[in-house]
């Protein structure tokens, strides 16, 4: 087995950008999760459409679609993509008490949008908690992760499989 290296980094250890030019166009997803535990008062606010600034899960999605968009302005090394889909999700989750968020992304390309998820599922999770920060300002954004990749010369990627 090959032993794992920084693909981001040059032969003097120089960050630099992957070229991408001679890889071939795949379709290639990714999916990523978060939480934001809060009190069940809070939870309550956004399960009632309560809050003062409006829609939390919609203002949410939105929110994470678009930053999926632009993660090549956010992420310094990261390639800008045409993606084809971003799907934000929002589950409330009694139990925790919280938001579960998930983020769907994919692309046709030459290179992953494991970074696109990532930050479309971060983005998602900072917006809920800007909404209802005034009710709650003790919230946890939790367990950002990579739940799957697919496409490319690496493979599949299970978090599961990986634990």
Not at 19 to 48: F, S, Y
């Amino acid at each position: 087995m090959n032993e794992p290296r920084l693909t981001h980094l040059d032969a003097t250890g120089a960050a630099n950008m992957v070229d991408v030019g001679d890889k071939p166009a795949t379709t290639r997803t990714a999916r990523a999760e978060g939480r934001v535990v809060m009190l069940p008062a809070t939870l309550a606010l956004i399960r009632e459409g309560d809050a003062k600034k409006g829609d939390v899960v919609g203002t949410a999605r939105l929110a994470g679609i678009m930053a999926a968009k632009r993660t090549h302005e956010l992420i310094p090394l990261c390639h800008p993509l045409l993606l084809t889909k971003v799907r934000v999700d929002c589950e409330i989750d009694d139990a925790l008490p919280g938001l579960r968020l998930t983020a769907e992304v994919r692309v046709q390309g030459p290179t992953g949008v494991e970074m696109e998820a990532l930050t479309a599922v971060s983005v998602a999770c900072l917006t809920v908690y800007d909404m209802v920060k005034a009710a709650d300002r003790g919230m946890r954004i939790e367990g950002i992760r990579l739940l799957a990749k697919d496409g490319g010369r690496s493979g599949v990627y299970r978090a599961e499989d990986a634990a």
